[in-house]
T-cell receptor, first 114, second 115 residues
Framework: AQSVTQPDIHITVSEGASLELRCNYSYGATPYLFWYVQSPGQGLQLLLKYFSGDTLVQGIKGFEAEFKRSQSSFNLRKPSVHWSDAAEYFCAVGALSNTGKLIFGQGTTLQVKP | KAGVTQTPRYLIKTRGQQVTLSCSPISGHRSVSWYQQTPGQGLQFLFEYFSETQRNKGNFPGRFSGRQFSNSRSEMNVSTLELGDSALYLC??????????????FGEGSRLTVL
């Protein structure tokens, strides 16, 4: 079955500290992988995506993610977190043949301590 | 470039009623997808429309339906509302449903409360 797992429901980090949000996927086809961020009352904003090629992808707002096929993981990282990064983060997987459909993880809520 | 516009942003209905939500995609985008977001089930795919045709469908009952117009604007309808239909309904547009660019652009959602 196709699925995305984000093991951490809540994460709290101090401002200026590094961040890693975990994501594991199970998908039969060649996956397209995404990280989205959602602020309260808002829609989803794409942070970055991986289709193929270099397994380390850079996104907006200083985020990066690394695709590890052997571990079925696509973890999101940021070297130094800002208070404005507090939000909910979603990992998602899609496929070329599954138009319009992304399978999302349950999300990780990030709290940033001053 | 204007983003994805969803209307209404908030609405309250009672059980048994029906509701229609509207989505205007980004200009030039031909694909519109709909998602339901709830605290318990998370984000779940409802359906995708491309060039006025439903091209992909999630696992929701027939009470959930949609359509797309020639200008790519889309509507979704939920009939015979149930309490469990209370959710944030998100619309996403893309050039081709993500098959090529892989990127969906989301609107801010329509928050439906069923009493």
């Amino acid at each position: 079955a196709q699925s995305v797992t984000q093991p951490d429901i809540h994460i709290t980090v101090s401002e200026g500290a590094s961040l890693e949000l975990r994501c594991n996927y199970s998908y039969g086809a060649t996956p397209y992988l995404f990280w989205y961020v959602q602020s309260p009352g808002q829609g989803l904003q794409l942070l970055l995506k991986y289709f193929s090629g270099d397994t380390l992808v850079q996104g907006i707002k200083g985020f990066e993610a690394e695709f590890k096929r052997s571990q079925s993981s696509f973890n999101l990282r940021k070297p130094s977190v800002h208070w404005s990064d507090a939000a909910e983060y979603f990992c998602a997987v899609g496929a070329l043949s599954n138009t319009g459909k992304l399978i999302f993880g349950q999300g990780t809520t990030l709290q940033v301590k001053p | 470039k204007a983003g994805v516009t969803q209307t209404p942003r908030y609405l309250i209905k009672t059980r048994g009623q029906q509701v229609t939500l509207s989505c205007s995609p980004i200009s030039g985008h031909r694909s519109v997808s709909w998602y339901q977001q709830t605290p318990g089930q998370g984000l779940q795919f409802l359906f995708e429309y491309f060039s006025e045709t439903q091209r992909n469908k999630g696992n929701f009952p027939g009470r959930f339906s949609g359509r797309q117009f020639s200008n790519s604007r889309s509507e979704m309808n939920v009939s015979t509302l149930e309490l469990g239909d209370s959710a944030l309904y998100l619309c996403a547009s893309s050039l081709d449903g993500g098959a090529g660019t892989g990127e969906l652009f989301f609107g801010e959602g329509s928050r439906l409360t069923v009493l």
